[in-house]
């Protein structure tokens, strides 16, 4: 809103119209996410001037914000993880993040958190941030894994941990990571990267959607499906390709 105020704040309420709510989403259109907040703002903020009889009728109904499609977060290749792993060694903080991400597939605010409490019988046992709890991903230790905490540091709460032993806040550990790639010289790629290419290594693997949602703790079955796609096409490519060969 402060942005709002800086430009409009003197303006009456009622004077504000459908096309002014349009140019503020178009201002901000090369930032999709401010615009869609921006819009979302505007229309509780309207809906509650309606109520209260301020204005006469809501603006934004009606009014979306266009996103660019784009292939998401790139994925991270395998001479990615090569690169990093030649900077970050085993027994350095930077390795346990990169290493939990890959043998896990957790998400940033998962991985921030999971410790040795979660680990029974070589078995990862967490309920996922994102679902609030109500889906629950089991994945086995693997040894690469095992040798990557065994080198550590880890902390006591968190495989990742900060200095003190104490977990980041999901934010302080994506910055940190981010910091650690562009040392490592990984530009533009992310830990959502690895999730993606993780996934989609399973996928070629032979791993099913159903398989896929277990892993990752995807409860809709459309983000697994854009992984098993993209491996089906690859594997028909192959078998095209190698009977154009014979």
């Known amino acids: 809103m402060e942005h709002v105020i800086k430009a409009s704040g003197s303006e009456p309420v009622k004077n504000i119209g459908r ?13 999709p996410s401010q615009a869609k907040n921006f819009l979302q703002t505007m229309s509780q903020f309207f ?19 266009k996103r660019k499609k784009t292939q998401g977060f790139l994925p991270w290749t395998y001479e990615d993880v090569i690169t990093y792993e030649k900077r970050w060694p085993l027994g350095t903080r930077e ?62 709460l968190s495989f990742i ?22 040392e490592a010289g990984i530009l533009y790629k992310s830990a959502h990267g690895l999730r993606k290419a993780a996934a989609t290594r399973d996928a070629e693997k032979g791993a099913t959607t159903h398989q896929l949602m277990a892993i990752f703790g995807w409860v809709d079955i459309k983000e697994a499906e854009i992984c098993t796609r993209a491996s089906s096409r690859k594997r028909l490519a192959e078998q095209a390709m190698s009977k154009l060969e014979a």
Request: net charge neutral; glycine share 10%.
């Open 47 to 65: 809906k509650w001037l309606v109520v209260e009889e301020k204005v006469p009728y809501d603006p934004t109904i009606g009014l979306t914000v």
């Open 161 to 182: 941990c900060k200095e003190d032993g104490l977990p980041y806040v999901k934010e302080s550990l994506g910055n940190k990571f981010k910091e650690a790639c562009i």
């Open 95 to 156: 390795r346990v993040m990169l290493d939990v991400y890959i043998f896990t597939g957790l998400r940033r605010g998962d991985a921030a958190r999971v410790g040795p409490g979660h680990v029974h019988n070589n078995v990862i046992t967490l309920a996922t941030e994102k679902s609030q709890g109500q889906t629950v991903v089991s994945l086995p230790m693997l040894d690469a894994l095992k040798r990557t905490l065994a080198a550590g540091p880890t902390g006591k």
């Open 19 to 31: 096309s002014d709510i349009s140019d503020g989403i178009e201002h901000r259109a090369d930032t």
